[in-house]
């Protein structure tokens, strides 16, 4: 019977029905500086309404914008190069190699920056000049170091079996190998990632760039190093800077070398909630015109001599990965079961779990609904789909109510989430880009079993599940 006192009865919309629960109040919802939580729901991305990303796609789902890709690489190089005359920058392969990434970041003049002959070969199929790729990380084999010796990369040694290994193959070849030597060193602010490179403080970095000026076959013409990831105190690349100058010039005194780059790595900040920070993204993460002050005025200051005299500046060179693509890229998950645990919070199960979501394991990521939700927020707990205790996408949130068959939005997951998911119970899903005026682009299909098991190899005894007589 239509409740005649309910003005929303009457017209024939009635309220949807919602099950009464008892919800112990609990400070947070309130913040130390006063702001009440405003509900926000996403129901598009670039213009794509997402209901119908889902239906034409699939759900989970990866959804990349092109505009920003492109507008995030042009407001780091306007940051650097206002500040600097000669900037080159390294798309960093291992952040997000798909091809669509990577070649939208190569229109724009990224070269490659990798680590493995995997990246190399990756880098190289997609049209990328040898002499344009950046080769860092500690394992090159003899196979892959041949073919970057021969196409001309530019080879970052990690440690001397590689030196030793690059002159015996330049010795071998008849060439003489430009390279750059990757240094570490503390700089007062970050961990020392003393694992990778040569030591500047023991004289490990300069008994390199020694031996490096005795061999025929090696020339020294470039200095690296990378300080960390995630690097929220602007101030360590600051350091960087005056250390990478002081042993650029060290180097050059003792050796005779002629050094022409310095490439200061990456580990900028994206604006994700990084676990543990209570502040949020928009009050931590420094800029892209903070970033490069910091690195800009000593390196200016370090190199004024230099330039005084007539020589040119070393190329500044940048390999910034997670803070170019992360917010560029979204996941939008299903929900599909709602549970009460024994504590009495409320838990949602979405089809996207920390397999298709590995940073779900150091970020607060932001997660959005689609649609206004009604109904009293509650502390939530988003697990995936997984059969496992860690499965945790989000370990507390707060949200109304949802139904299974509401989407969520899952932001920003464009770093590392295509290169370290995992094939682990579920399968992997589509991956979208959209392009301007809407366009959408399926940029790599979800698994299915033929390409899980297009690999494995079933010895002849044991092809039917059966035992043979």
């Given at each position: 019977?239509?409740?005649?006192?309910?003005?929303?009865?009457?017209?024939?919309?009635?309220?949807?029905?919602?099950?009464?629960?008892?919800?112990?109040?609990?400070?947070?919802?309130?913040?130390?500086?006063?702001?009440?939580?405003?509900?926000?729901?996403?129901?598009?991305?670039?213009?794509?309404?997402?209901?119908?990303?889902?239906?034409?796609?699939?759900?989970?789902?990866?959804?990349?914008?092109?505009?920003?890709?492109?507008?995030?690489?042009?407001?780091?190089?306007?940051?650097?190069?206002?500040?600097?005359?000669?900037?080159?920058?390294?798309?960093?392969?291992?952040?997000?190699?798909?091809?669509?990434?990577?070649?939208?970041?190569?229109?724009?003049?990224?070269?490659?920056?990798?680590?493995?002959?995997?990246?190399?070969?990756?880098?190289?199929?997609?049209?990328?000049?040898?002499?344009?790729?950046?080769?860092?990380?500690?394992?090159?084999?003899?196979?892959?170091?041949?073919?970057?010796?021969?196409?001309?990369?530019?080879?970052?040694?990690?440690?001397?079996?590689?030196?030793?290994?690059?002159?015996?193959?330049?010795?071998?070849?008849?060439?003489?190998?430009?390279?750059?030597?990757?240094?570490?060193?503390?700089?007062?602010?970050?961990?020392?990632?003393g694992r990778f490179g040569f030591n500047v403080e023991s004289g490990q970095a300069i008994d390199a760039a020694w031996r490096i000026a005795r061999s025929e076959q090696l020339r020294l013409t470039?200095?690296?190093?990378?300080?960390?990831?995630?690097?929220?105190?602007?101030?360590?690349?600051?350091?960087?800077?005056?250390?990478?100058?002081?042993?650029?010039?060290?180097?050059?005194?003792?050796?005779?070398?002629?050094?022409?780059?310095?490439?200061?790595?990456?580990?900028?900040?994206?604006?994700?909630?990084?676990?543990?920070?209570?502040?949020?993204?928009?009050?931590?993460?420094?800029?892209?015109?903070?970033?490069?002050?910091?690195?800009?005025?000593?390196?200016?200051?370090?190199?004024?001599?230099?330039?005084?005299?007539?020589?040119?500046?070393?190329?500044?060179?940048?390999?910034?990965?997670?803070?170019?693509?992360?917010?560029?890229?979204?996941?939008?998950?299903?929900?599909?079961?709602?549970?009460?645990?024994?504590?009495?919070?409320?838990?949602?199960?979405?089809?996207?779990?920390?397999?298709?979501?590995?940073?779900?394991?150091?970020?607060?990521?932001?997660?959005?609904?689609?649609?206004?939700?009604?109904?009293?927020?509650?502390?939530?707990?988003?697990?995936?789909?997984?059969?496992?205790?860690?499965?945790?996408?989000?370990?507390?949130?707060?949200?109304?109510?949802?139904?299974?068959?509401?989407?969520?939005?899952?932001?920003?997951?464009?770093?590392?989430?295509?290169?370290?998911?995992?094939?682990?119970?579920?399968?992997?899903?589509?991956?979208?880009?959209?392009?301007?005026?809407?366009?959408?682009?399926?940029?790599?299909?979800?698994?299915?079993?033929?390409?899980?098991?297009?690999?494995?190899?079933?010895?002849?005894?044991?092809?039917?599940?059966?035992?043979?007589?």
């Open positions: 019977m239509t409740d005649q006192s309910d003005p929303e009865a009457q017209a024939g919309k009635l309220k949807p029905w919602i099950k009464p629960s008892i919800v112990m109040h609990r400070s947070g919802l309130v913040n130390k500086f006063g702001a009440v939580r405003r509900d926000r729901w996403q129901t598009d991305i670039e213009e794509v309404p997402i209901g119908e990303l889902v239906h034409d796609f699939g759900s989970p789902l990866f959804v990349i914008s092109e505009s920003k890709l492109r507008d995030n690489l042009h407001r780091l190089m306007r940051a650097f190069t206002a500040r600097y005359p000669s900037v080159r920058y390294a798309w960093s392969y291992k952040t997000n190699y798909l091809g669509a990434v990577c070649n939208t970041f190569h229109q724009e003049g990224a070269w490659a920056e990798v680590v493995s002959a995997f990246e190399y070969e990756k880098a190289r199929a997609l049209g990328v000049p040898g002499e344009q790729i950046l080769f860092n990380g500690p394992h090159k084999p003899r196979a892959i170091l041949e073919r970057a010796i021969k196409e001309d990369a530019h080879i970052h040694i990690d440690h001397l079996d590689e030196l030793y290994l690059i002159e015996t193959i330049a010795k071998e070849t008849g060439k003489v190998v430009d390279v750059t030597i990757r240094l570490n060193f503390e700089t007062g602010y970050t961990e020392n990632w470039g200095l690296h190093s990378h300080i960390g990831t995630f690097v929220l105190d602007q101030r360590a690349y600051g350091a960087q800077a005056r250390i990478m100058c002081a042993f650029l010039q060290e180097a050059e005194d003792k050796t005779g070398c002629e050094i022409e780059t310095l490439d200061f790595g990456g580990g900028f900040a994206s604006h994700n909630a990084l676990q543990g920070i209570y502040l949020p993204p928009e009050q931590v993460v420094p800029s892209f015109d903070q970033y490069a002050e910091a690195i800009c005025t000593p390196l200016i200051e370090a190199t004024y001599e230099r330039s005084a005299r007539g020589r040119p500046l070393p190329i500044l060179i940048l390999e910034t990965g997670r803070a170019v693509v992360d917010d560029a890229e979204s996941l939008v998950t299903t929900v599909v079961a709602n549970k009460r645990l024994p504590d009495g919070r409320r838990c949602v199960v979405a089809d996207a779990g920390v397999n298709t979501l590995f940073t779900a394991f150091w970020y607060n990521h932001q997660v959005l609904p689609t649609r206004e939700l009604i109904g009293t927020p509650e502390e939530t707990v988003i697990y995936g789909p997984l059969c496992m205790n860690i499965d945790v996408v989000r370990s507390s949130i707060l949200l109304a109510p949802l139904k299974a068959g509401d989407t969520l939005v899952i932001s920003p997951v464009g770093a590392y989430n295509n290169t370290q998911w995992l094939q682990f119970i579920e399968y992997r899903p589509n991956v979208v880009m959209v392009h301007p005026g809407k366009e959408v682009s399926l940029v790599r299909s979800a698994e299915k079993l033929d390409s899980i098991t297009a690999h494995e190899h079933l010895p002849k005894h044991l092809s039917s599940p059966v035992k043979s007589k």
